[in-house]
């Protein structure tokens, strides 16, 4: 047999997956959940458990054309239709057509007597009359651990709940069934058992660090599968649940010889009279005052002028205070988001931990899709990491939007004491462009200067300019500092 068709044999035999439809979990589980086998998710309250299993099945009747059922042990079918309403999934639109199933099993112990042998063929036949009156390719079990509360035999329950999730393969249907998470570090599940009858087990987890919630998310295991290992921050937005599967990006990514103003004139000049590359990054660097949301704000300006769309993320100041400050050099910033060209998102450092400021500017970019991007001032996060969190958050982020050839433009404040051709988080060995802004005395009154440290992949001037900023903009001088 030749290495080829080995090669395609194993591959036919390798484990079939079904997508979620969940943003990062198929890329998580390199391409969604083993097809026709249980998946099994664990976690405690409000950590999204429900969430993911109704997104899982409405994405597949929306998007994959495949029918669900869900059976709920926990919620009655009104509140969860309730629930979901806010997340855009009409559920009764989806009953009504008969692409879902959704039903609500009530087990009252006061109608249980236990007593003898006992199965739980009647919870499968309620189960299979739900999959087969929609014909349904995907199911949802949700909070199947009700059961153990009713019953003392609980080795029964075990060997019952295996049975099911045997039927279930041999009903070929993809199936996520949820459960509490068990207290302490050996038990995953609470009652210790269903992880093992499962292909898959997945952790959702809710803590609380530095006052700020964060779910994260871990794949515990995925029999005959390749998968990501690390746990991983998801947020439940709007939209859904948005997971950020990146840990590391190769360095394969697509660069581009085409040339973008940089929104000042003398700039440009100094960068070979073209500006930025497309899809680069650049860092402007500088202690307080020297003008650095001024350079940005030129080249956010810029990008809008040739009818571009910019996000700019404000960690300092408000959109308003920003929009207002530049009108005094001669920008006019409102028109653009007017336009809907220019999206502003300020927040304070401290709304969140440094792995979710990255899922939500992960979040935000995917949404608004801009050409590029300005992160004003970066070194802000500092309040809320260590420097190598921040670097690694940052070098993360960087990968993602250059794999999206998106320019991008980071502002970084340096501290007065600070040698100022370095930076507070040091980035400037991961950027293609570094610009340093300086104040300098002279003569009882204050100099601004501009140099380019480097830049990469074209000619650059190596002198120092001095600028000004005027009503009419950042204006930088021919004459060179001597």
């Not at 039927?167 to 249907?173: D, F, I, P, Q, R």
């Not at 910019?310 to 100041?317: T, V």
């Not at 004491?417 to 991961?430: H, K």
């Amino acid at each position: 047999m030749t290495a080829d068709r080995k090669a395609e044999r194993l591959q036919n035999r390798s484990v079939q997956k079904v997508p979620t439809g969940i943003k990062g979990l198929d890329e998580i589980t390199g391409g969604g959940l083993p097809k026709n086998r249980p998946t099994l998710i664990c976690g405690g309250p409000g950590c999204g458990k429900t969430l993911l299993s109704m997104e899982y099945i409405v994405n597949g009747i929306n998007r994959f054309g495949e029918n669900g059922a869900y059976i709920s042990f926990d919620e009655s079918v009104k509140d969860l239709t309730e629930n979901v309403a806010s997340l855009g999934f009409d559920i009764d639109t989806m009953v009504a057509g008969c692409s879902l199933s959704i039903s609500e099993i009530v087990i009252n112990a006061e109608n249980i007597i236990e007593a003898g042998e006992y199965d739980l063929g009647g919870l499968f036949s309620r189960i299979g009359h739900a999959i087969d009156s929609v014909t349904a390719k995907r199911v949802a079990i949700d909070g199947i651990e009700a059961i153990f509360s009713l019953f003392s035999n609980q080795s029964i329950i075990r060997l019952e709940l295996k049975r099911l999730f045997r039927w279930l393969k041999e009903k070929e249907v993809t199936a996520i069934i949820t459960c509490e998470r068990g207290e302490g570090k050996t038990l995953i599940s609470r009652h210790g058992i269903e992880e093992y009858a499962s292909d898959c087990v997945i952790l959702l987890d809710q803590r609380v660090i530095d006052q700020t919630a964060i779910r994260r998310l871990h794949i515990l295991k995925y029999r005959g599968s390749l998968h990501g290992t690390n746990e991983y921050p998801f947020l439940v937005t709007g939209k859904g649940i948005s997971i950020l599967p990146i840990t590391s990006m190769q360095l394969d990514y697509d660069v581009s010889g085409e040339r973008i103003p940089t929104g000042i004139k003398g700039l440009d000049q100094m960068l070979s009279g073209k500006g930025y590359f497309y899809g680069s990054s650049i860092l402007v660097s500088g202690t307080a005052g020297t003008g650095k949301s001024s350079l940005a704000a030129h080249f956010a300006a810029s990008i809008c002028a040739r009818g571009k769309p910019c996000l700019y993320f404000a960690f300092e100041e408000s959109a308003n205070q920003i929009i207002r400050n530049m009108q005094s050099i001669g920008l006019d910033l409102s028109a653009y988001v007017d336009q809907g060209l220019l999206k502003f998102h300020a927040m304070r450092p401290t709304q969140y931990g440094v792995e979710m400021h990255l899922l939500t500017i992960h979040d935000v970019i995917d949404s608004f899709r801009p050409a590029a991007v300005v992160i004003d001032p970066v070194s802000n996060l500092t309040s809320i990491a260590v420097i190598a969190d921040i670097k690694s958050m940052f070098a993360r982020l960087l990968d993602t939007l250059k794999n999206s050839q998106i320019t991008t433009l980071s502002t970084d404040l340096t501290t007065g004491g600070r040698y100022q051709e370095s930076t507070e988080i040091g980035l400037s060995s991961i950027m293609d462009t570094w610009i340093v802004l300086k104040n300098r005395e002279k003569n009882d009154h204050r100099e601004r200067i501009i140099e380019i440290i480097k830049s990469r992949g074209m000619a650059h001037t190596a002198s120092i300019n001095r600028f000004e900023i005027t009503a009419a903009g950042f204006v930088i001088s021919k004459e060179k500092v001597k």
